[in-house]
């Protein structure tokens, strides 16, 4: 069959193969990669051009995230506050009542043993919060929260890399660029993610060194999860640390489980190692980061969760300590999200500050059966999303799957699942191309979340940015529910503004 005009434009390639392979070629180079198990790199997919996103807007989100991030702050050290509001949660979701053990364990003040009263070591760890808030722009409602991230939150290097990729392809593939662009008159967002949440870290660090008069570089840990497939992130904020002299290691809770002990001065000090200065959590936000084979126990998760207990009560700048990480659970997200705004000024916030917040949080509802039959006989099921306390990609259920759900679950599982309004952000206004091992798809209908950095030692802002730190845009095809990078059908993405 001889090929038309028109067949041979069907079939022709989007992008030449040459283009494909450079950009790909330079994501592995810097990092922009997975491990695979063969210990090779497979590059993250990625956008062949940004997305966009009004100036106003994100001078707003710019405005509000810090804000955000002193109030969660603040909140993560209201420790009767925690244990109040989360209550129920943490009696209906096994993984939240082993969070809220611990943090029983080391902010309740007295333990009673069956001979005697004894205080608790208290701890000693300085609260860093490192921050993620994720939000859509929806077409009605304007930029919305999703989620607070505040343990593991990751990707800030791969963040800042996909801005400087997206500037390699313009400056080499020009015309290929300007192709595939939303808007000519538009600039791109800075972003300087890797560098201002490695300054945040490494302040930290180094107060803590000047603390305990030591001499030397700080020395910051990173605790990993065993088989850890996304290290270039990783390894690319431990450079940029490095790059500020501060020392970096890596251990999992295993290791640690039988390397860390106690110094002078309530010091953390790890084996062959010396003190430790700061702590950063990539792992610990799910039961299994807890379970580990090779340790027999009677009580699942104990020793792991131990060691977690044991790091906060040293003298370390920490994220994320347990109370951050009940901070940002779904179920404070829905709390806060219910409270007045006059509320918010018993952590420090003014009125002002407190609307400004309260206008980036979406509607939320809590599962009980008054809001179950509300759901079942009035809602619009399209408006909505069923969410659990779960971490990363997997635990939203949409539409008329909610019902279904809610009629599984038994009264004593609602308190761990919430309701929230959904969010239907700007589909990007011309088609563009994804790519992904190597092979390019063109996607008509993509979609946006933004992530805001954020750095915060002890209540204090600590980057160049009154406590920002850069930004993640992960971009998804709308048809798809699961938008993560490392799990989802996400693509990197970077932000161009249009006034």
Request: proline content about 4%; overall charge negative; charged content about 20%.
């Given at each position: 069959?001889?090929?038309?005009?028109?067949?041979?434009?069907?079939?022709?390639?989007?992008?030449?193969?040459?283009?494909?392979?450079?950009?790909?070629?330079?994501?592995?180079?810097?990092?922009?990669?997975?491990?695979?198990?063969?210990?090779?790199?497979?590059?993250?997919p990625f956008s062949i051009a940004p997305t966009t996103l009004e100036r106003h807007m994100y001078q707003h989100l710019l405005k509000v995230t810090p804000l955000i991030a002193k109030l969660i702050s603040n909140v993560s050290e209201d420790h009767q506050f925690l244990r109040q509001s989360l209550a129920n949660m943490s009696q209906a979701e096994p993984f939240f009542a082993l969070l809220m053990s611990m943090h029983q364990q080391l902010h309740g003040a007295i333990e009673q043993t069956e001979n005697e009263a004894r205080l608790l070591l208290a701890p000693a760890r300085e609260p860093l919060l490192l921050m993620r808030t994720d939000f859509m722009d929806d077409r009605e409602l304007g930029a919305k929260v999703i989620e607070f991230n505040g343990i593991a939150a990751g990707?800030?290097?791969?963040?800042?890399?996909?801005?400087?990729?997206?500037?390699?392809?313009?400056?080499?593939?020009?015309?290929?660029?300007?192709?595939?662009?939303?808007?000519?008159?538009?600039?791109?967002?800075?972003?300087?993610?890797?560098?201002?949440?490695?300054?945040?870290?490494?302040?930290?660090?180094?107060?803590?060194?000047?603390?305990?008069?030591?001499?030397?570089?700080?020395?910051?840990?990173?605790?990993?999860?065993?088989?850890?497939?996304?290290?270039?992130?990783?390894?690319?904020?431990?450079?940029?640390?490095?790059?500020?002299?501060?020392?970096?290691?890596?251990?999992?809770?295993?290791?640690?489980?039988?390397?860390?002990?106690?110094?002078?001065?309530?010091?953390?000090?790890?084996?062959?190692?010396?003190?430790?200065?700061?702590?950063?959590?990539?792992?610990?936000?799910?039961?299994?980061?807890?379970?580990?084979?090779?340790?027999?126990?009677?009580?699942?998760?104990?020793?792991?969760?131990?060691?977690?207990?044991?790091?906060?009560?040293?003298?370390?700048?920490?994220?994320?300590?347990?109370?951050?990480?009940?901070?940002?659970?779904?179920?404070?997200?829905?709390?806060?999200?219910?409270?007045?705004?006059?509320?918010?000024?018993?952590?420090?916030?003014?009125?002002?500050?407190?609307?400004?917040?309260?206008?980036?949080?979406?509607?939320?509802?809590?599962?009980?059966?008054?809001?179950?039959?509300?759901?079942?006989?009035?809602?619009?099921?399209?408006?909505?999303?069923?969410?659990?306390?779960?971490?990363?990609?997997?635990?939203?259920?949409?539409?008329?799957?909610?019902?279904?759900?809610?009629?599984?679950?038994?009264?004593?599982?609602?308190?761990?699942?919430?309701?929230?309004?959904?969010?239907?952000?700007?589909?990007?206004?011309?088609?563009?191309?994804?790519?992904?091992?190597?092979?390019?798809?063109?996607?008509?209908?993509?979609?946006?979340?933004?992530?805001?950095?954020?750095?915060?030692?002890?209540?204090?802002?600590?980057?160049?940015?009154?406590?920002?730190?850069?930004?993640?845009?992960?971009?998804?095809?709308?048809?798809?529910?699961?938008?993560?990078?490392?799990?989802?059908?996400?693509?990197?993405?970077?932000?161009?503004?249009?006034?």
């Amino acid at each position: 069959m001889k090929n038309t005009p028109e067949t041979l434009e069907q079939i022709k390639p989007l992008l030449s193969q040459q283009l494909i392979e450079d950009v790909c070629e330079w994501a592995i180079m810097h990092g922009v990669a997975f491990k695979q198990s063969d210990n090779t790199a497979r590059h993250c997919p990625f956008s062949i051009a940004p997305t966009t996103l009004e100036r106003h807007m994100y001078q707003h989100l710019l405005k509000v995230t810090p804000l955000i991030a002193k109030l969660i702050s603040n909140v993560s050290e209201d420790h009767q506050f925690l244990r109040q509001s989360l209550a129920n949660m943490s009696q209906a979701e096994p993984f939240f009542a082993l969070l809220m053990s611990m943090h029983q364990q080391l902010h309740g003040a007295i333990e009673q043993t069956e001979n005697e009263a004894r205080l608790l070591l208290a701890p000693a760890r300085e609260p860093l919060l490192l921050m993620r808030t994720d939000f859509m722009d929806d077409r009605e409602l304007g930029a919305k929260v999703i989620e607070f991230n505040g343990i593991a939150a990751g990707m800030a290097p791969f963040g800042q890399r996909a801005t400087q990729l997206h500037r390699y392809i313009e400056q080499q593939w020009a015309m290929q660029f300007q192709q595939w662009s939303v808007a000519q008159a538009a600039t791109p967002a800075d972003n300087l993610g890797m560098e201002q949440l490695a300054l945040g870290i490494a302040t930290a660090a180094k107060s803590i060194k000047r603390e305990f008069g030591d001499q030397g570089k700080a020395t910051f840990l990173m605790v990993v999860q065993p088989n850890e497939d996304n290290v270039y992130d990783q390894h690319l904020l431990e450079v940029a640390l490095q790059n500020l002299g501060v020392r970096t290691v890596r251990r999992t809770f295993a290791q640690l489980s039988y390397q860390l002990s106690s110094g002078e001065n309530q010091r953390l000090m790890l084996q062959d190692v010396g003190a430790i200065d700061a702590v950063y959590l990539r792992a610990g936000y799910q039961h299994s980061d807890y379970c580990d084979p090779e340790i027999v126990e009677a009580q699942c998760c104990h020793t792991l969760s131990q060691t977690r207990v044991f790091i906060e009560q040293h003298k370390v700048a920490m994220n994320a300590t347990i109370s951050q990480q009940l901070a940002t659970s779904k179920s404070m997200q829905m709390v806060l999200t219910m409270l007045p705004a006059e509320q918010y000024l018993r952590w420090g916030l003014t009125l002002e500050e407190a609307e400004l917040v309260k206008s980036v949080l979406a509607e939320m509802k809590p599962v009980n059966l008054a809001n179950i039959e509300w759901f079942n006989r009035h809602a619009d099921k399209s408006q909505w999303v069923l969410k659990n306390q779960g971490e990363g990609g997997g635990h939203c259920i949409f539409a008329d799957d909610i019902g279904v759900k809610l009629a599984q679950l038994k009264p004593e599982e609602y308190d761990a699942w919430a309701l929230m309004q959904r969010l239907y952000p700007h589909e990007r206004e011309k088609p563009t191309v994804a790519i992904r091992d190597a092979k390019q798809t063109i996607v008509d209908d993509l979609i946006s979340e933004i992530g805001l950095f954020t750095a915060h030692y002890k209540g204090q802002p600590v980057t160049e940015f009154d406590g920002y730190a850069g930004y993640l845009i992960r971009s998804k095809p709308a048809s798809e529910n699961e938008g993560g990078i490392h799990s989802g059908k996400g693509i990197l993405d970077s932000l161009m503004l249009v006034d």
